[in-house]
């Protein structure tokens, strides 16, 4: 690959078997890590798994809450790749081509056999969303042991205690009593409303 030529690199997304984006981004940036200590050009000049951090808070049996900042992939299956794939004649550059698409958990390029280039301002807009999520905190509506009423479903009418609240996935488990026995349930916050 010492012959790649330097054109303009660009963005494009990959397609990843679904779960196995961490590992093909891992064997790509060894893949490049080891080019460089070879001195050959592969082609990649950068790799991303844009992600959102979100905080969970999350209550145990006791009903003390613990914060915790968790990594949430943003567009799950695909990861983002600067490469030089198109050589100035606009025709493939068939070692990078060949080295992206032949790594394992790779399934294609958007695009298929003609990748498509992200506009610097999509590129731009997937940045900024990422460093603006880093320091958001989603608001909790509602607290372990507050008692609510569930709005629809199959046990529409009944009040429930909030046992557990998962920000994150924006879901509660609640305790509701039927037939004397208290029975947990897992609900979307849309699915409830504060008792008044």
């Known amino acids: 690959m010492e012959n790649i030529e330097k054109t303009q690199s660009h963005w494009y997304v990959l397609q990843i078997m679904s779960g196995q984006e961490n590992r093909a981004f891992k064997l790509i940036q060894n893949r490049r890590e080891q080019d460089v200590r070879d001195g050959i050009d592969d082609g990649v000049d950068d790799i991303k798994i844009p992600v959102d951090k979100v905080v969970v808070v999350q209550t145990n049996a006791k009903g003390v809450k613990k914060s915790v900042t968790k990594e949430r992939k943003r567009y799950p299956g695909y990861i983002l790749i600067q490469?030089?794939?198109?050589?100035?004649?606009?025709?493939?550059?068939?070692?990078?081509?060949?080295?992206?698409?032949?790594?394992?958990?790779?399934?294609?390029?958007?695009?298929?056999?003609?990748?498509?280039?992200?506009?610097?301002?999509?590129?731009?807009?997937?940045?900024?969303?990422?460093?603006?999520?880093?320091?958001?905190?989603?608001?909790?509506?509602?607290?372990?042991?507050?008692?609510?009423?569930?709005?629809?479903?199959?046990?529409?009418?009944?009040?429930?205690?909030?046992?557990?609240?998962?920000?994150?996935?924006?879901?509660?488990?609640?305790?509701?009593?039927?037939?004397?026995?208290?029975?947990?349930?897992?609900?979307?916050?849309?699915?409830?409303?504060?008792?008044?």
């Open 83 to 196: 490469a030089r794939i198109y050589r100035e004649d606009g025709q493939l550059n068939s070692e990078v081509w060949d080295m992206l698409k032949n790594t394992q958990g790779v399934i294609g390029f958007v695009g298929g056999d003609r990748p498509v280039r992200l506009s610097p301002s999509d590129v731009a807009e997937m940045m900024r969303i990422e460093e603006e999520n880093e320091t958001a905190k989603p608001k909790v509506m509602f607290s372990v042991g507050e008692t609510v009423s569930i709005k629809n479903g199959a046990f529409q009418g009944f009040n429930a205690v909030v046992e557990a609240i998962d920000v994150e996935r924006a879901r509660l488990k609640v305790s509701v009593n039927i037939f004397g026995r208290a029975t947990a349930v897992d609900l979307g916050t849309d699915e409830v409303e504060k008792v008044s």
